[in-house]
């Protein structure tokens, strides 16, 4: 018997809970992980609140991340004592995912931890340093490069937009944060912004083109700033867009994009390829030393996992949550 958190719904009532399950309950899959780490992202905190329409069958254990050590496989990617981590694949929302002390899933689902990392400090870099990794890729392929101006990140006291900070800022560029909490400035430039700006700046609608003044950006907001942020690149310039905490509409003209020749990178961290996923992991390897994200950390225990949900919502935490499993 192993705890797992596990939400249950009975007809319009949702409840979340820790409870006691054996092997046999776990899905279908050819490895079993002894899950040691978890995260709380915002896909998770929804879940387990029910104030968003992520779970799509119950009952379900969330969790989009975990990371641990392989106790069985039919794997041919993997053997038992292998350290592997998850990112997405619809875990914690279709198949029960990370927020249990064991998970049942496919071999090709799974990433090899890199040697730099412990299983923990691949969850404090987690699906939230993955995708910043994803993104800040696709803007270097879009030919965004660090001489070609500042670079903006959007809701960059998130987890997703703190790491892209950091990963962009080692790579040279001059990176421009924005956030809605002023009281994040200095946090955000220890990890590399050169300014931090308010989110008002691009909260109300402007013009179909504004000033040219960004050479790409990351946004993980999405709604009326990613329009705003569209409006004000360069020509020739790139957005990567990844997240929607400030809604799914998506309000902006073709301007940006025929008059300028900006591209919107749309980034799928969730069913992105194998080999992208491993090379994404690699890279975050080389750049990142997890130690220097510890300051950003809010570690839980397993228990904790609904009350760190609602702060996550509540807008009272930054930098990563982590979860013990074991």
């Given at each position: 018997?192993?705890?797992?958190l596990?939400?249950?719904?009975?007809?319009?009532?949702?409840?979340?809970?820790?409870?006691?399950?054996?092997?046999t309950?776990?899905?279908?899959?050819?490895?079993?992980?002894?899950?040691?780490?978890?995260?709380?992202?915002?896909?998770?905190?929804?879940?387990?609140?029910?104030?968003?329409?992520?779970?799509?069958?119950?009952?379900?254990?969330?969790?989009?991340?975990?990371?641990?050590?392989?106790?069985?496989?039919?794997?041919?990617?993997?053997?038992?004592?292998?350290?592997?981590?998850?990112?997405?694949?619809?875990?914690?929302?279709?198949?029960w995912?990370?927020?249990?002390?064991?998970?049942?899933?496919?071999?090709?689902?799974?990433?090899?931890?890199?040697?730099?990392?412990?299983?923990r400090?691949?969850?404090?870099?987690?699906?939230?340093?993955?995708?910043?990794?994803?993104?800040?890729?696709?803007?270097?392929?879009?030919?965004v490069?660090?001489?070609?101006?500042?670079?903006?990140?959007?809701g960059?006291?998130?987890?997703?937009?703190?790491?892209?900070?950091m990963?962009l800022?080692?790579?040279?560029?001059?990176?421009?944060?924005?956030?809605?909490?002023?009281?994040?400035?200095?946090?955000?430039?220890?990890?590399?912004?050169?300014?931090?700006?308010?989110?008002?700046?691009?909260?109300?609608?402007?013009?179909?083109?504004?000033?040219?003044?960004?050479?790409?950006?990351?946004?993980?907001?999405?709604?009326?700033?990613?329009?705003?942020?569209?409006?004000?690149?360069?020509?020739?310039?790139?957005?990567?867009a990844?997240?929607?905490?400030?809604?799914?509409?998506?309000?902006?003209?073709v301007?940006?994009?025929?008059?300028?020749?900006?591209?919107?990178?749309?980034?799928?961290?969730?069913?992105?390829?194998?080999?992208?996923?491993?090379?994404?992991?690699?890279?975050?390897?080389?750049?990142?030393?997890?130690?220097?994200?510890?300051?950003?950390v809010?570690?839980?225990s397993?228990?904790?996992?609904?009350?760190?949900?609602?702060?996550?919502?509540?807008?009272k935490?930054?930098?990563?949550?982590?979860?013990?499993?074991?």
């Open positions: 018997m192993f705890d797992a596990m939400i249950e719904k009975n007809g319009e009532t949702q409840t979340t809970s820790i409870r006691q399950i054996d092997d309950m776990l899905p279908d899959g050819d490895v079993l992980v002894g899950v040691e780490w978890s995260t709380i992202n915002y896909k998770d905190a929804l879940a387990i609140t029910g104030k968003g329409p992520i779970v799509k069958s119950f009952p379900m254990i969330p969790g989009v991340d975990f990371a641990g050590e392989v106790l069985e496989s039919k794997s041919r990617y993997f053997k038992p004592g292998d350290r592997v981590l998850l990112n997405g694949w619809g875990v914690g929302e279709k198949h995912g990370g927020l249990a002390q064991h998970a049942r899933v496919k071999g090709e689902w799974l990433t090899p931890i890199p040697l730099a990392f412990t299983t400090e691949a969850m404090i870099v987690g699906t939230a340093g993955y995708t910043a990794m994803l993104c800040v890729t696709a803007l270097e392929r879009a030919g490069s660090p001489d070609k101006g500042p670079i903006l990140v959007t960059a006291s998130g987890g997703v937009g703190s790491i892209a900070v990963l800022s080692r790579l040279g560029y001059t990176v421009v944060a924005v956030t809605g909490r002023p009281s994040e400035t200095d946090y955000l430039k220890s990890l590399g912004a050169a300014e931090v700006i308010g989110r008002e700046t691009f909260s109300h609608k402007g013009k179909p083109l504004e000033k040219a003044v960004w050479a790409g950006a990351v946004d993980v907001v999405g709604g009326q700033i990613l329009a705003s942020v569209c409006a004000a690149v360069q020509p020739r310039g790139a957005v990567a990844c997240g929607l905490a400030g809604g799914m509409d998506l309000p902006l003209t301007a940006p994009f025929i008059l300028r020749g900006v591209s919107l990178l749309g980034i799928d961290s969730t069913s992105c390829p194998r080999k992208e996923r491993q090379e994404a992991w690699c890279r975050l390897a080389e750049l990142i030393d997890a130690k220097e994200l510890e300051s950003v809010s570690e839980c397993l228990s904790d996992a609904i009350g760190a949900a609602d702060n996550l919502l509540a807008g935490t930054h930098g990563r949550i982590i979860i013990r499993t074991q």
